[in-house]
């Protein structure tokens, strides 16, 4: 039984674009003197456990720096099968994966946002230790800590909402590779992989991280990212 890692990387980020005003793709804006996709493919390539990292690119991507991914090494493998949405993308690298490693079976597969890239060797052997053998997967995932809102058309505050038992999911997310494709299949609108498991009426395990695994959304997002990156401990 192995380890992979699959990063879906076939978005354009326009939320962040709008905002910026930037036309580059999210994943390859600059970062702490690297693209922004860089630093996560680094983490999981130097990952003891994970035996390869898949990338998953849309199929007319000509925007992604070849040369600055040599160094990452031969764990790495770029799959330009990218679809409209997460689920297709991540669908399609499943898939893949099996062409180039044949078939995975109960391995397991790590799949983790091109634009969360604080994630650290840390998080990543939690999340392998605490799911262990746990048939449903898990993700990494903090407790909600502030006060929920619902709001209405007029962006009043209608209701708030009780926060006991709410999490706020992050990547990576890990389950095994035939069920995971089997659910994805089962639920092909969702917008994460544990959605996908949950509809199969499985209950992933949560494992607590902590808010430095950001996900770049906005730009200010991107320098709270390289301040992470440029003070957190050598070897976090």
């Given at each position: ?55 998953v690119l849309a199929p007319d991507d000509d925007s992604w720096p070849a040369e ?43 799949v983790h946002d091109a634009a969360r890239p604080c994630l650290s060797q840390a ?71 544990a959605s996908a498991i949950e509809a199969l009426g499985l209950s992933p395990r ?31």
């Amino acid at each position: 039984m192995n380890y992979h890692a699959l990063v879906p990387a076939a978005g354009t980020g326009s939320r962040m674009g709008a905002l910026s005003g930037r036309a580059t793709p999210k994943q390859y804006l600059p970062l702490a003197g690297k693209p922004m996709i860089w630093h996560a493919l680094a983490t999981l390539c130097a990952a003891p456990a994970i035996a390869d990292v898949f990338v998953v690119l849309a199929p007319d991507d000509d925007s992604w720096p070849a040369e600055a991914m040599q160094a990452l090494g031969d764990k790495l493998h770029v799959l330009r099968c990218g679809g409209e949405t997460r689920a297709q993308s991540v669908t399609n690298g499943l898939r893949g994966m099996s062409e180039v490693l044949g078939e995975l079976g109960d391995d397991w597969v790590l799949v983790h946002d091109a634009a969360r890239p604080c994630l650290s060797q840390a998080m990543i052997e939690r999340l392998i230790a605490e799911v262990g053998d746990d048939d449903a997967g898990g993700l990494l995932a903090v407790p909600v800590a502030d006060t929920l809102k619902r709001c209405d058309e007029h962006g009043r505050a209608r209701q708030t909402v009780a926060r006991d038992g709410l999490w706020q999911a992050q990547t990576p997310q890990m389950f095994r590779h035939r069920l995971l494709l089997d659910a994805l299949d089962f639920a092909p609108q969702v917008t994460d992989e544990a959605s996908a498991i949950e509809a199969l009426g499985l209950s992933p395990r949560l494992v607590a991280a902590d808010i430095s695994n950001l996900k770049v959304t906005f730009p200010l997002d991107l320098q709270l990212a390289e301040w992470i990156l440029r003070n957190r401990p050598p070897h976090a």
